[in-house]
């Protein structure tokens, strides 16, 4: 049981040529005030790599986009991404530090997440303990409610896209396929990976946003406490099959409470399916843990640091109004992420 499933690709994007040297800007050694060090990880059309500001020292992950590879579509799916990133503040979501951008390429200065994929960590270190894998799931449900909250859907959670700070705390990432959505309108895009997709996007239902959501953070719970994925198959056709039919094992050291949590969440029928809402409350969740309620309006939201601002005017002679405008316009250019370094670090 404890076999860590094999990794989920989200969806099959054609590989790009690798040797077509149109960009100037791929090879770069360094950019903006930021200098790469090596390469962290590398996607269909996105490079990401680890780089270390020079002016703060501090280090920060770059998502290199190729702007040439990709059609209108895909260019107004990015500029989505980069909006919605814009949009979110919380202490479980990777943040974006600075966007720059060239006639060729985007690069996303953000947060880094020094401890990697949970997918890795759990290959490493087997199927959590209840109380680790609580502590674990409190913060992914945290940033997910925060995030529909804000009208934001992720629709590709999952094990790989959960990353680990340097304290181990999570950092959900890769809003690549997350969308706006409406509660009185439906999504009709098929998203996310396979094995954390909920059935209604295999049976081409059209659907509101946060109830797949909700499916995936089943699956998540699920592979933190069994290090197994709950539906499986050899190829989509029976992972369908096995997903819609839904039924999945439940291991005799799953304790009550856990059994029946997952049994909210991996409910086939979303409008049977529970909300967020209704999970804050419930017993596995909150075991331990009465005191502190989960808090879902976690927004990081940047406040004014007077010293942080005393400090830049002096040490990088900057003004102060100037500086104090871009925050408020919520600006991520080279003063802003000079801020948001500072305030995060
Ligand atoms: C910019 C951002 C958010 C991002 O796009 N990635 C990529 C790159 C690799 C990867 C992945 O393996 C899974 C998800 C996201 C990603 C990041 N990876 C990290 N740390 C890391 C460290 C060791 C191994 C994997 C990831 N920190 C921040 C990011």
Same mark, same amino acid.
């Given at each position: 049981m404890s076999a860590v499933p094999a990794k989920s690709s989200s969806s099959s994007r054609p590989r790009k040529d690798k040797d077509d040297t149109s960009n100037p800007d791929i090879n770069l050694a360094s950019i903006g005030n930021y200098v790469f060090q090596k390469t962290v990880g590398e996607g269909n059309f996105a490079k990401v790599k680890l780089a270390k500001h020079k002016l703060t020292g501090v280090e920060v992950a770059v998502k290199i986009i190729d702007k040439t590879t990709l059609d209108e579509k895909k260019l107004s799916k990015l500029y989505r991404e980069v909006r919605i990133m814009k949009l979110l503040h919380h202490p479980n979501i990777v943040k974006l530090y600075e966007v720059i951008e060239t006639?060729?390429?985007?690069?996303?200065?953000? =947060?880094?997440?020094? $401890?990697?994929? &949970?997918y890795d960590y759990l290959v490493v @270190?087997?199927?959590?303990k209840e109380k680790e894998a609580r502590a674990k799931f409190r913060q992914i449900l945290s940033a997910v409610s925060y995030c529909h909250k804000k009208r934001v859907? @992720?629709?590709?959670?999952?094990a790989e896209n959960l990353l680990l700070d340097a304290n181990l705390d999570i950092k959900i990432a890769d809003?690549?396929? *997350?969308?706006?959505?409406? #509660?009185?309108?439906?999504?009709?895009?098929?998203?996310?990976?396979? #094995?954390?997709?909920? #059935?209604e996007l295999f049976?081409?239902?059209?659907?509101?946003? #946060? =109830?797949?959501?909700?499916?995936?953070?089943?699956?998540? &719970?699920?592979?933190?406490?069994t290090g197994c994925l709950p539906f499986d198959g050899k190829n989509l056709q029976e992972m369908r099959e096995s997903v819609c039919r839904g039924k999945y094992r439940i291991p005799f050291y799953l304790s009550d409470y856990c059994e029946?949590?997952?049994?909210?969440?991996?409910?086939?029928?979303?409008?049977?399916?529970?909300?967020? =809402?209704?999970?804050?409350?419930?017993?596995?969740?909150?075991? $331990?843990h009465a005191d502190s309620p989960i808090?879902?309006?976690? *927004?990081?939201?940047?406040? =004014?640091?007077?010293?942080?601002?005393?400090l830049m005017v002096q040490k990088y002679s900057l003004d102060r109004d100037v500086l104090i405008q871009k925050l408020k316009d919520n600006v991520y250019d080279e003063v802003s992420s000079i801020y948001y370094l500072l305030y995060y670090e």
């Open positions: 006639k060729y390429t985007v690069f996303l200065v953000m =947060e880094y997440a020094s $401890g990697g994929e &949970l @270190h087997g199927k959590m859907i @992720h629709r590709d959670l999952k809003f690549g396929f *997350s969308n706006y959505f409406d #509660p009185d309108s439906k999504l009709d895009t098929f998203c996310g990976s396979p #094995p954390y997709a909920a #059935p049976q081409g239902r059209r659907y509101t946003g #946060p =109830e797949v959501d909700i499916w995936s953070l089943g699956v998540i &719970l699920y592979v933190l406490t029946k949590l997952l049994r909210k969440f991996l409910v086939r029928d979303p409008y049977k399916r529970a909300g967020l =809402e209704m999970l804050i409350d419930d017993a596995w969740i909150n075991e $331990g808090s879902t309006d976690v *927004s990081q939201k940047v406040e =004014e640091n007077e010293a942080i601002i005393r």
